[in-house]
């Protein structure tokens, strides 16, 4: 008994998931009817749904974004992928009015799933040319994707033309309020993303060599993998997920805002990769992790707008969180408890 | 021969951009009448003096090896806190501006010492910085506070005119003065120096006995006193303080350093070139404005061009060749090392 609880607390989804779970206490002391699911036009509804549809496109891109973390890199312009995405999906579906049969419809400008081609198209544009400034040229990640973050708003801009770009097109909002089964699209997208990732990762060495590129490059190179090619990839799938979010939120929204849509959306992944338990520095990754890294922040959103705290506060929690969870993370304090424990006697 | 390259990968990422102010201004005299005068090139010192004294404290970071992102929203919180304090509690304005200086201060060293004690990466701990004092900011109020203090209103209307039209703002020459001490304290004192070695090589540094944690906690404290000394002069700029402030300028800022010659993996670089990083940046803004005819989303094209462009002249410049070849050498680095033993 005793040896489980050890064993389950050692875990690396032991300290998320029981943040989670307080989270969730802390919403339900406040709101009594906090998990209650009722079935409304045919589908599920409830805070729970609400959470879990919303935090939807955050679990896409901290999805991405581990893998990107895992190599010892970081992504920081998914927030202007997010928009520009979010503009050609936008901009090519668009929704003009036409009379058929006598009744009102909006057709849109371009089909739809080409429309949702270019976009996914062009945020692995994005990718690519991360990627390529990050492996090819060799710039330290947080630089070579800055580039890509103060020069992707401009273009988001240049898309819209300056507008924010309205949808009409009523097949387009499927995806990002629409349900199957009762249960939002969204979940579905995100559902087939991580199977994907989780057969490529634990399923093939892929995932092995991600490791080792992020624990140390030359010597995995040394060892016969690619680490260029693999980092560069990395990078452009971690903005396909950022376009596959961009769909879902500019489907939840209905219109494409280049200067707002996916705004602070690159700090909000990266917390949800360190909350899950993979290392900033690299490494070990954890896809579940991350996930329950995202609906930790999305809970503890829906909480301080339940509380009635102005959202704003928001912000300073999130900035409290990401020091806590960094000072637990780091070495230093490790040594230090360590240290404690030996002084003490007893065993750590 | 070596001693030559050495030279040349110091200053020539300086004089590139020197060449390319030059370039860009020749561009616009040129091209708009009224644009060669010497009031628009002061107007660069004058519009732009919060972000040169940002990427003054910037530079000192990237010199360590570092990065700060939380600039922006030090700026941002420094406007709002003096807004409160001068328009609510009707503080003096010689009260008020000592105390968010010495705020804008601990807050950089309490970043520092995260960074130091922890060991926690910079970009991780400022990113949550950021967060932090952009929230703090909407705590104290969500709307922009506007500063009608008639102090305030003197000490920002106040020209200093050189001859016939030529004028310079109270915020500029507090820019220009910031230069010229950080300059002193780069080239010319200890702390410098162990800016530069640190930049250099941390562990050579801490084995040569220079107090690099000391020296690392400093810097961040130092930029977060030109934040806030950026964010007093952004309030005589806009007479106002508001959560949205400076959004994005940390970019600016990193983009001057970059563009003004300073090497991202620290050790290289002049203080004085981000002057001119940031004079570039202006002009750019400057010509869209000229122009009419382009929106203002190209300057941040633009910048992201220039950012890029410079970066990548800087991994040119490590590898020592003007062969694009050694461009993609990255990853190929240990294995040229045990040839050159061979």
Known sequence: MKATLLKLTRSHLFWPCVTLVLLCLVNVHFNPGFFNIEIKDGHLYGSVIDILNRAAPLMLIAMGMTLVIATRGIDISVGATVAI??????????????????????????PMPLAFAAALFVALLCGLWNGLLVAGAGMQPIVATLILMVAGRGVAQLITEGQIVTVYYEPFFFIGNGFIFGIPVSLYIVAAVLGVLLLLTQRTALGLFIESVGINPVASRFSGISARALVFWVYAFCSVTAGIAALIITSNVKSADANNAGLLLELDAILAVALGGTSLAGGRFYLIGTLVGALIIQTLTYAIYSLGVPPEINMVVKAIVVFGVCIIQSPALRDLLLKHALRSGGPA | MNLAGTINTRTLPLLVTSALFALLFGFGSVSYDNFFSVQVFLNLLIDNAFVTVVAIGMTFVILTG?????????????????????????WSIWAVVPLVLTMGALFGLLMGSLIHYFRMQPFIVTLGGMFLARGLCYVISIDSIAITDPTYAAVSEYRIAFGEEAFL??????????????????????????????????RSALLMGLPVGRTKMLVYTLSGFCSALGGVLVTFYMLSGYGLHALGLEMDAIAAAVIGGTLLTGGVGYVAGSLVGVMILGVIQSLIAFDGSLSSWWT???????????????????????????????????????????
């Not at chain 1, 995405?85 to 371009?110: D, M, R």
């Not at chain 2, 220039?306 to 062969?323: I, V």
């Open chain 2, 169 to 202: 703002s109270v915020s500029a020459i507090i820019a220009l003065l910031t230069l010229a001490l950080a300059i002193f304290l780069a080239q010319y004192t200890r702390f410098g120096r162990t800016v530069y070695a640190i930049g250099g090589n941390e």
């Open chain 2, 66 to 90: 570092g990065i700060d992102l939380s600039v922006g929203s030090i700026v941002a919180l420094t406007t709002m806190v003096t807004a409160a304090l001068v328009e609510q509690h009707h």
């Open chain 1, 85 to 110: 995405a979010g503009a050609v999906a936008a901009s090519l579906i668009g929704g003009s009015l036409v009379i058929k049969e006598g009744v009102q419809t909006y057709v849109s400008n371009t």
């Open chain 2, 300 to 342: 941040r094209i633009a910048i992201g061009v220039l950012l890029c462009s410079f970066c990548l002249m800087q991994r040119l410049l490590e590898r020592g060749g003007t062969n694009l070849g050694f461009l993609f050498s990255y990853w190929k680095k240990p294995e040229e090392q045990a040839d050159a033993v061979k």
